[in-house]
């Protein structure tokens, strides 16, 4: 079946612009994970969604970061007024469940996010 | 706060050497380990995972990882190592608030020469 899909799969934003990343999981898969992989802090964890909730939201940098996620299925990650820092690959993961920890999550392709 | 470390931030082998990546994490309670592995212009996939049970633990192409308690480790192995398995490899404990999110370390880049 179809993997976790992300688009777009590279994204250029000026300083200040908002962006929207959107991350379709796996159907079926109850929890989803946003990620972020970049140069000088390797893989972070940003936030994590059980159905619609998000029971966990500890990794979100800022207030600039907000996610959302409909339907129990796709789900939008938008940075508000891009910094530079804000540049890194940002990945989407989903597995059947997440509360016990004990499914393996399947990555998405991730977002290349460049913000000049 | 849970923390993992890998020792090793890049690996250069021969095509035969054997291969381990050391991976510590910081968490006393029960946890759930991972490799996971990233190969040149592909998705991050999973190489294997320690859930309970026996320590020794193995996934695909024919990598290992033992579960040492006492040492909180969780170490990667294999035996004999190809040209392919150049890439990145991660260890990964799941967090301890029920949720399943992966605290990563900061990655091993593998460089095998043919």
């Known amino acids: 079946g179809a993997g976790v899909s992300q688009s777009p799969s590279n994204k250029v934003t000026e300083k200040g612009k908002d962006v929207e990343l959107r991350c379709d999981p796996i159907?079926?898969?109850?929890?989803l994970y946003w990620y972020r992989q970049s140069l000088g802090q390797g893989l972070e964890f940003l936030i994590y969604?059980?159905?619609?909730?998000?029971?966990?939201k500890s990794g979100l940098p800022s207030d600039r970061f907000s996610a959302e996620r409909t339907g129990g299925s796709v789900s939008t990650l938008t940075i508000q007024r891009t910094q530079q820092e804000d540049s890194a690959v940002y990945l989407c993961?989903?597995?059947?469940?997440?509360?016990?920890?004990?499914?393996?999550?399947?990555f998405g392709p991730g977002t290349r996010l460049t913000v000049t | 706060a849970q923390s993992v470390s890998q020792h090793n931030h890049h690996v250069i082998l021969s095509e035969a050497a054997s291969l381990e990546l050391g991976c510590n994490y910081s968490?006393?309670?029960?946890?759930?380990l991972f490799w996971y592995v990233q190969y040149p212009g592909q998705h991050l996939q999973l190489l294997l995972k320690?859930?309970?049970?026996?320590?020794l633990v193995k996934g695909i192409k024919g990598f290992e990882a033992e579960f040492i308690k006492s040492k909180f480790s969780f170490n990667l192995r294999k035996p004999s190592v190809q040209w392919s398995d150049t890439a990145e490899y991660f260890c990964?404990?799941?967090?301890?608030?029920?949720?399943?999110?992966?605290?990563f370390g900061q990655g091993t880049t593998l460089q095998v020469k043919p």
């Open positions: 968490y006393g309670g029960t946890v759930n």
């Open positions: 990964a404990v799941d967090g301890s608030s029920n949720t399943g999110k992966l605290i």
């Open positions: 969604f059980q159905g619609n909730s998000a029971p966990d």
């Open positions: 320690y859930f309970s049970g026996d320590p």
């Open positions: 993961a989903s597995s059947l469940e997440g509360t016990s920890g004990a499914y393996e999550q399947y």
């Open positions: 159907s079926g898969h109850t929890a």
